[in-house]
């Protein structure tokens, strides 16, 4: 099921599998506000968001990274690719 995240925001926590890439050790995820197209708003249920940069070190052949976000509920993972510099 969904998670509500708080008004205030519900902190996740965030690793990389690789130290060639790197993450902010925390974000805070809050629920975002829509504007409907007849103008009026409203916050959906079971979404949240959040915005973070992700930093890479120069590898020499393409490798892989997986980014774990984990606080109330399930763990969520994905895998980044980060390709070798093409010069």
């Keep these: 099921g969904a998670i509500e995240a708080p008004a205030a925001g519900l902190?996740?926590?965030l690793s990389s599998s690789n130290p060639s890439v790197t993450v902010?050790?925390?974000?805070?995820?809050v629920a975002p506000t829509v504007t409907a197209?007849?103008?009026g708003q409203f916050t959906p249920q079971g979404v949240g968001v959040a915005?973070?940069?992700?930093?890479?070190?120069?590898?020499?052949?393409?490798t892989c990274a997986i980014?774990?976000?984990?606080?109330a509920g399930p763990s969520k993972r994905v895998l980044l690719k980060v390709f070798?510099?093409?010069f």
């Design 37 to 39: 197209p007849g103008g």
């Design 51 to 62: 915005s973070f940069t992700i930093m890479t070190t120069r590898v020499k052949a393409t």
């Design 84 to 86: 070798k510099p093409a």
């Design 24 to 29: 902010p050790a925390s974000v805070m995820l």
């Design 11 to 13: 902190p996740v926590q």
């Design 67 to 71: 980014i774990t976000a984990s606080g």
